[in-house]
């Protein structure tokens, strides 16, 4: 079974909520109005091996501007899966939901997706999510396998993919996620996710 603190979303929604919350006081812009919200399928519901309905895990940017996530159980209310609204900026939070069956390539393309539906201005949101990778981590920081990194743009920059480009926004800021999920995840496995 896999450890909650190597779920992808665990690792990845928390930087995403941080920028947005550093975003918003640098005065960012978020040019669509009211709920923006994503649904990622998370399995099926079983009784006696046998599937009765839908798993879903919604994620959202709400009214009051924060990020929030909820499982739900489309066949049972009563189900365990299902969760109270969570604060995505809570990592702790994050891991009590199960995020075991997010395909974990629609999971990076969907949350790029969902932030460019945003309409932000692109360039403040990329600063906004560096920022918060390099002040939420004490750096240098040392991975595990001895590997040193002064700050998150190196990281960032190590083995990057040489198709993707900045042209095309949407992979390009999949990439990054990608990059920001395993920078925070690292800093949680050698104790120096601040």
């Known amino acids: 079974m896999t450890d909650p603190s190597e779920f992808y979303a665990v690792n990845t929604l928390p930087p995403v909520s941080w920028a947005l919350a550093l975003y918003l006081?640098?005065?960012?812009?978020?040019?669509?109005?009211?709920?923006?919200?994503?649904?990622?399928?998370?399995?099926?519901?079983?009784?006696?091996?046998k599937a009765k309905g839908e798993h879903q895990i919604v994620i959202w940017l709400?009214?009051?501007r924060r990020v929030y996530a909820r499982s739900r159980c489309l066949y049972?209310?009563?189900?365990?899966?299902?969760?109270?609204?969570?604060?995505?900026?809570?990592?702790?939070?994050?891991?009590?939901?199960?995020?075991?069956?997010i395909n974990d390539r629609r999971f990076f393309k969907g949350t790029a997706k969902w932030l460019l539906r945003m309409n932000l201005d692109y360039v403040l949101f990329l600063r906004a999510?560096?920022?918060?990778?390099n002040r939420r981590v004490e750096i240098p920081m040392t991975t595990q396998y001895g590997?040193?990194?002064e700050e998150f743009d190196e990281y960032r920059r190590?083995?990057?993919?040489?198709?993707?480009r900045p042209s095309n926004r949407e992979r390009y800021l999949e990439e990054f996620l990608v990059r920001v999920c395993f920078w925070i995840q690292t800093a949680a496995v050698v104790g120096a996710l601040k």
Not at 78 to 100: K, P, Q, Y
Request: charge should be negative; proline fraction near 4%.
């Open 158 to 164: 190590n083995r990057w993919p040489e198709e993707v």
């Open 62 to 64: 709400s009214d009051d």
């Open 129 to 133: 999510l560096y920022t918060v990778c």
């Open 25 to 49: 006081k640098a005065k960012g812009p978020i040019r669509k109005k009211g709920v923006i919200e994503v649904v990622m399928p998370a399995g099926k519901h079983r009784e006696l091996l």
């Open 147 to 149: 590997r040193t990194f």
């Open 76 to 101: 049972d209310k009563d189900c365990a899966f299902n969760s109270e609204r969570i604060d995505a900026s809570d990592r702790e939070a994050l891991m009590t939901v199960d995020w075991s069956e």
